[in-house]
């Protein structure tokens, strides 16, 4: 244990937690730029009697989320996202946790991301069919609303077997409302309990049960055998815990399909409309990219076994994760005293981790701001410390979906660039709007100009 005088690392100082919560929501991305430019790798933020830690070196962030994890768990802040994503994989902890992972790793093993290989293919090759009478045209359209479309159908096809891209009403606005309203509830600094019937719960609550309707009634469905499918959802029912045999409930299954919505289809959407941004303010990286995969492709469309060849588009898309990472903080909060870049760190204390910060630290990243795909050459990734990038968080709790969603995100470069050229639309650079991940504020208007090629079959282009 620690004495109970502790060291408290630089940072600054508000009178009242009130003062500090208007700058972060105000800007809560560059309050923590600034603070870490400011005070270095490890700070406090010091709010009247409230103590808020932050650490940004990779040494740091492997000892919270590995060498130490044990110590932490995610804490109050994660615990207001519960009341969308309930006890799943994203906000469960301990005991339970570790049984939820068990049962779900076989359902992403890289056999089983086989079969959903062509279902990401023929999604995107349905959504990029929509985009004809844009190139047609000539008009401008957001490319960051068409990635949220498409990977929500991927999602709901992988999962469910079921586009609810389509399902406006009772599953896609739904979805979008919620996830916003969550956003709001992680990100305020008070918090009224649900049973408090303001506007917003009252929404809040509507929306989640539009959308735990179509879930639980198609889990139900699939129960009873009226459908079927080769989907994560039939791998998560078939699924038995080794040591007692037990399934999940209905209600386990509906807390894990709401999380994989969430990080299924959000941060793939998101970092897809940042690597379009980027690859139109970097066109030399664009037209490698195209011949790239020209060279692996040619006529036809991807495969699985085409993903290694196509280690170009991964490094884009890598880069575009390191530069505007989807999940930009981390919050974990101390079950008892820990020391964090030689301070002093009481129980019961959020330390909070920047993806986007680390990811642009200097010692770590040279010349950080310039969007660089060789960075993620298999000799450079081997050179660099390990928690220097962390796209999809760390140690035991890294991502369990994070090959899925590199997968997805290749298959969704490598098609588009087979048959568009997206040339950003808007009048100047984009803004970072960030809430529960890092979207581009107001989207990312492009227009989409032929390459070449059109899709016209499962497996081959035609002239």
Not at 134 to 143: E, N, P
Not at 304 to 326: C, H, K, N, S, T
Request: aromatic share 8%; proline share 7%.
């Amino acid at each position: 244990m620690f004495g109970a005088r502790t060291t408290l690392p630089p940072g600054p100082f508000y009178s009242t937690p009130f003062v500090a919560g208007r700058e972060l929501r105000r800007d809560p991305l560059g309050m923590t730029v600034r603070v870490w430019r400011e005070y270095g790798d490890t700070t406090c933020i010091r709010m009247g009697p409230l103590r808020f830690y932050m650490a940004f070196h990779p040494d740091d962030v492997k000892h919270v989320l590995q060498e130490n994890n044990q110590n932490y768990v995610k804490g109050a802040l994660i615990a207001r996202a519960r009341v969308l994503v309930g006890n799943g994989l994203f906000s469960s902890e301990g005991p339970f946790w570790r049984r939820q992972r068990r049962l779900m790793q076989p359902a992403f093993h890289r056999q089983r991301l086989a079969g959903f290989v062509d279902t990401m293919v023929a999604c995107t090759a349905r959504a990029l069919d929509r985009w004809e009478p844009h190139a047609d045209a000539g008009t401008v359209f957001d490319v960051a609303d068409e990635m949220n479309r498409l990977t929500l159908t991927i999602v709901g096809q992988t999962l469910f077997g079921r586009d609810l891209s389509n399902e406006a009403g009772p599953a896609g606005a739904a979805l979008a409302r919620v996830l916003a309203l969550t956003a709001e509830r992680v990100m305020s600094y008070l918090v009224w309990p649900l049973w408090v019937p303001t506007r917003g719960n009252r929404e809040l609550l509507r929306t989640r049960r539009v959308l735990d309707e179509v879930v639980l009634d198609v889990i139900e469905r699939r129960r009873r055998g009226e459908t079927s499918g080769e989907d994560l959802l039939a791998m998560l029912i078939e699924a038995r815990d080794e040591e007692t045999g037990a399934g999940m409930t209905n209600q386990q299954l509906r807390d894990e399909a709401i999380t994989f919505f969430l990080a299924g289809h959000e941060t793939t959407a998101v970092a897809t409309s940042w690597a379009w941004y980027l690859l139109d303010r970097h066109p030399e990286v664009a037209e490698r990219l195209r011949a790239d995969v020209e060279r692996v492709l040619g006529d036809r469309l991807p495969t699985l076994d085409d993903m290694p060849a196509l280690g170009y588009a991964r490094m884009v898309i890598q880069e575009a994760m390191r530069l505007y990472p989807p999940l930009w903080g981390l919050a974990r909060e101390t079950l008892g005293p820990d020391r964090v870049g030689g301070y002093d760190v009481p129980a019961g204390r959020i330390v909070s981790l920047s993806p986007y910060v680390t990811h642009r630290h200097p010692d770590f990243w040279d010349d950080p701001e310039r969007f660089d795909p060789e960075r993620f050459t298999p000799e450079r990734i081997a050179a660099r410390h390990k928690f220097a990038y962390l796209p999809f968080g760390g140690g035991p709790r890294l991502c369990i979906g994070n090959e899925f969603a590199l997968t997805e995100a290749q298959i969704i470069l490598a098609m588009t660039v087979q048959r568009y050229r997206l040339r950003h639309a808007g009048a100047g650079p984009i803004d970072l709007d960030p809430s529960l991940t890092l979207r581009p504020r107001g989207g990312v208007p492009v227009r989409a100009e032929r390459a070449g090629r059109v899709a016209t079959g499962p497996r081959r282009l035609a002239g």
